[in-house]
Each structure stands twice: as C-alpha cells, then as structure tokens.
C-alpha cells in the first residue's frame, strides 16, 4: 500500500493540480462559509434589534421579525456546520467520465453536494446521485447507469480515491474496481472509522444493495461483517435523497434489536444527512403504536435458560415458536371473525325515529361486512355512524316535513269538515297537541339517534380481549381445534398469570391493527430492520398488515440466529411473504482478519444451515491465541488485556456465554482493581474500560479486539451454542483470544490453533 501511495505523491505535477482543486474547493467553500457568518451575525442583529422594539412599542411585526430572523439563523447555523464539516475533508474520489454526446468531466464525490453560485459548476457532486454510481459500479471503459426510468451511457476514464485529512491532500491513488483496494483496508482496520468514513470504499455488490429498486422489498442475507448494518444505513441516506420530496423522514422506521445497538447507530445517521427518522426497536413499536403498556419479561431470560439447559429443555410443544407462526395468525384470525360476526349481529336491529324506520340494519350489516370489509373493524363502524348520521339527518327532516303537512291537512279538513263547533275544537286541539307534542319529540330524539343506535358498539379492549384469547378454555376449543387436548391444556396453562413476553407482541399489534387501525402517526410508510433473522414469520407478516406495505428492506444472518427456537430458520417463508422482494446475499468480511475468519468459518462448517463460508477482504492480522487456564483469574484477564493495550487497540471486549458469567467475572475483575464494566441493554458504548458482554448481546458490535471466557459452561456442540460462538468470534476486528481450560470449550482442536497457546 505504502508503495502504491508513494508513487501517487511523487507524481508532482499531477500531485500539484490535486493540491490547487483542493484549495479552490477549500477557498470556495471558506467564501461560503464566510457569506453564511455574516448572514448570521446580520441575523442577530435584526433579532437584538427586533427584541429592543418590543421593549418600547407594541408591534407585532417585531414579534413577526423575531420569529423569521431566528429561523433564517437556524438554517444558516444548519449550514455553517456542515460546510464546517464538509471543509476537513470536501470529497474522497474523481471519476474522469464523459457522458455520451457530452464533454469530458472530472467530478469530485464527496457526502454531499456543492455548486458554484454563479457558474452552476459542480464543485463536489453527492454520493448518493445517479452520476456516482459510476464509481461504484463500473469498471474503466464504456459504461451505463440509471437516472429515474432512464440509462445513461459514457465512457469512464479513471477512478481516483483520495486520502485528505483535516483539510490536505495525503495522496491519492488512481484505481479500477474499488475491490480490494488500498483505502478499503486501510479503512477496515479502524474502529474510529466506523460507518461513514466507508462512503469512499462501497463496494459494487453492497453499492447495488444500497441502490437496489427503492419500491420493492428486499432480503439480504449477509456474513458477519458483510456490512449489512452500513448498507442499511447507508440505502436510508440513499432513499431520502432519491425519494425526499415524496417522503417524510418520520414515515421511516429502522428497527433495531435493542437500544444498545441505536445508540451504536445513532451517531452515524445524522452524519448521513438522516434525521428525524424513527429508531426504536419491535417492543417499542408496538407499545407506542398500540398504547398498550407492558411490562415485559426479559427476551433473554428464556434465551438464557436454553443456553444454561440446552434446547432440549424446550418442550415439543414450543409456545413461543408457535406465538411466531402464521399459525398463529390463523388463530387470531378466526378470533377476529368471531368477534366481527358478534358486532354484524347487532344491526340485526333497523334504525327507527319514533315509528320511523329511518334504516335498515341488514343494509347497515352488509356495509360492514362486505362493502367496508377492506377496513379495521372500529374504523368501519365509525364510517356506518357518519353514514347513519347523515342519512338520520335526512330523513328526520322528511319525516317532520311529512308529518307537519300531514296534521295541517287533518286541522283543515277538520276545521272544514266538522259542523259540530265542540267537536270542531276538541278535534283541532287534539291534533295541535298531539303535534306539538310529537314534533319537537321527534326532534330532540332525531339528533340523539345515530349515537344511541351506535352505542351497542362498544370499543375492544385489546389487551383483555388477547388475555381472553390466551385463557378461555371453551374459546380455546373452538379456534384451535387442530391442537389435541392436551395442547390445548398447556397453551392455558402457560398463561394462567398474567405475563407478557416479546412473542406476544405482534398478536397484539395485529389484533389491533385489525380492530382499530394503526394511527396515521406510527404508519410507517418504509421499514428497514436489521437482525431480521431474529424475527418471527408473523412478528414480519403483523406489521406488513398493519402499516400496508411491503416496502420493507430487511438484513440478517441466519448463522448468528440465537433466537432460532422462536425466530426465522430459513429466509423461503420471508421470501414468500414478501413476494415482490429482491433477495441478495454477502459473502465478503470486512471486519475480520483473515486470521480470524478461519477460525470462525469452523464452526459456520458446524452448522445447519448450510451456509458458504465467509471470506474475509484481504487483511492480515495476528494468529488467535489460546491461553490455558483451569479458572478465571482475573490477574491473567488483566495481564491480557494490558497487552493488547499496549498493541494500540482501545476497544477490547471480554465475552462470555451468559450474563450471569459476565456479571461474575465483572465482580472478580473490580475486586482485583481492574476496569471493567459488564455491557447490559443500557449502556453507553466507549469508554477505556474492559467491556464484558455476554455473547447474546454482542451481536450487531465489534472491537478491536476479543477475548473469549469459557470456564463454568463450555460452548456445546449444538445449533444455539455454535451461533452464539460464531457471533463472539466474528465481533473482533483485529485479535482473538480464547481463554479456558482447553479448546474443546470453544468447539475447536488442538489442530485448529496449533502453536498458539499462550
Ligand atoms: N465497503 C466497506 N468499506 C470499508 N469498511 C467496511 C465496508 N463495509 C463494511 N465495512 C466495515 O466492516 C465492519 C462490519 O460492518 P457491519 O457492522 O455493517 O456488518 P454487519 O454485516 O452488520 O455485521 P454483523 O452481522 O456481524 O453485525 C464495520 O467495521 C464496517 O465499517
């Protein structure tokens, strides 16, 4: 690399150039930077100016200006920042381009896009617009590429990657594929680097990931390390660029697998020019999506005790698995009819004013199950009392018309037509007050109808309506009838006490979304979640429901699937539920060393599912070491970690199989005076501490360096343990260490790491 770098230095006239655009994009950006200032100091001004009138007269134009200026500071203070930003380093490559029948072009791709004022120049053109994809995608030569329906062609004379750093050139460095290029590992190998530095070295296959048909869903199937978190946060920076003026950045959701990892994540996002977009994670959705508030029982716990026990302690009948299932929605299905068929019953009843019949219920009872049937239950029944409403309305005032003509008929004819005067009078007066009486009756009653006749409709309650489903015998027999009794009997049995667990999440979301509707404000209109293979078929298939659209982009890894016994085992179902999705794969690490990726392709060998290896990019590091010990002493963890201190990596994890592991080594690890903090769902990344973590909540992390503990439980040779092994492997980015008494803990062979014990 050094060399290749040399020569691109030394090469002075070309050099030289590279230095004069980087100053003229420098000088030009400092005359923006420069105009936005003044911009801001003539807006205090207005602001102190506008404040002091207010003191003395009472002008509501000053309160007008004070409202204006402050905005015209924000966005100016907006840009200023950023062009500040942006200033330390403008672009990261050249492309030499010229578009078919078009002159030559040299464009400079940066994060974000600038135009000279006057002359329309592109000074740095966005990596996220059409003509950058050239960079991405295409080899030296003739070219294409898409812009909105149509392709472009032209020919692609270079690609150049620069190295700039606070503002100067360091290098640069002409290439044809970005595969396997400098920068790439020079980039890989820092965790500093994180997530939006990689802008520069996307490669091809991930490029087409992020850019990949913006209307439909797609499915990745990524190794670890393959970069599917970078590319999903990178195709939602991507999307609102293309897609912005049709969306609002709050109709997107990233799901995340728990806070830790948004927190890991949210950081990076603003820096993608993404804000205001919607990070939370299934729970939390769910629970502000719904209102209804949970106390939920740790997801891990059962996790845990599978790990602890193995999967043998989970019984055959496996209610959380089944909780997952489009079974189950099945279930909940025929609930949701049953409950409809109870409401369609009550318009068995007609609509009357008086003796009126203003409607009739079978007319009413079809709207709802028929015509409106395309709606949640509650909405179509608030559509019908509009309707009911409106049509009681108008013909309340038909009956009173008809009715008022009818007594003025009977008074004439009985003033005309009686000749007895006592008669006449006593007829005439029973007919005005038998009016009288009945027409302001009616109405009264008239404006009350639609709300008493709609009154039988009462609002589900869908937390006691599930808890009903959950606990119900006779209910039970009549929905599930494919259980035996026996089934039957444990599904009650599991939920006499009232607890709630993540796998009943989306029962409630569907149920209500069903039944209610989800709000206009948590109607997502984009999904994008990561982890996906934790999910379950109907956690996936409840919010497509709910938020009516499949425009969902979904990452995952079926080897790291430590939620298996209740989440997604195969990608066939997601794929059919999603019918419309693009499915890709990733194959290439970037995190892991060559090194270290063998290790962990070993036990990806174990597994069932029969996943090609990962190959890593090629980065050399340390060979992974195992160091022999019959306990934990925290002594030798401490000599270990200072050591790696010393090779010039900060982060450094300890992980063990359990949290009740970390928690242990965490105490022995303080009480010998050494820094170490065991990593729960709410804590705060970074910091110069060893972090413990247990190995279910190091999926979705990385270090720079990984020591594996296994004294108390070894990782067995079973599907759960292997994945929870594999995610710990793959979390390092430069060394591994395994520490126990010996490497079968770890599912390896004195072969596997031969002549590197400690
Ligand atoms: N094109 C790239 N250029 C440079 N670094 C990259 C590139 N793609 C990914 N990386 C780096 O590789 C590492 C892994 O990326 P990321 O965390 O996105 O992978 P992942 O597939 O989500 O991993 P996992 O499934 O193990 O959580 C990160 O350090 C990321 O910065």
Redesign the pocket.
Known sequence: MAEHIERSTTQQPEFQKEVERLEYTKQYMGELLEASQRDLRAVQDKIKESMANLEYIDSSDSYINILTNSRFFELALNQKESLEAVKKKPYFARIHFQRTGELEELLYIGKTSLFHNETFEPIIVDWRSPVANVYYDGRLGEISYPVRDEVFTGHLFSKRQYKIEDGELLSFQDVDLTTNDDL?QA??GKAD???TE?VA???KE?NEIIRAHLKQPILVQ?A????????ALHRISYFLYTMGEHFNPEQLMILAPNKLFIEYIGDVLPELGVEQICQTTYAEYVQNATGIKLKLQNPNEQLETIVEEGLDALPSFNIPQIKGSLFYRNLLDRYIKIHERTLADLFNEDVFIEKYRIMRGSHLKKLFLEEFAYMPIEKRIERIKKIVQTEVKRKSKAVLSSLNTRYEDMIGKALSGLRDPDKRRETVTKFIDERDERIPKITAEAKSTATVYMKRFEKAKIKQMYRKFLTDRQLLQELAPEWTFEQQEKFLQAHTKEKWALEDLAALYYLHAKIKGIQDQWKMRVVFIDEVQDYSLFQLAALQDGLETDMFTMVG?LA?GIHSYRSLTEWDSVLDLFPRANYFTLQKS??TTIEIMEIANKILKKMDEDLPLVEPVVRHGNEPTFVQAEFFDPEKINELYQSIGQNGHKSIALICKTTAEATHYAKLLNKAGVPAETLSDESELGGDKLLIVPSHLA??L?FDAVIIAAFDIPYFDTAIDRKLLYVAL?RA?HELYLVGPGLGFFLLDEVSLAGNKA
């Open positions: 790439l980039l890989s680097v994180r997530l990689i070295t996307i490669q991930q990524g670890a390390g393959s970069g599917k978190t970078t590319i890894d790291q970037y995190r999926k979705g990385e793959t980015m």
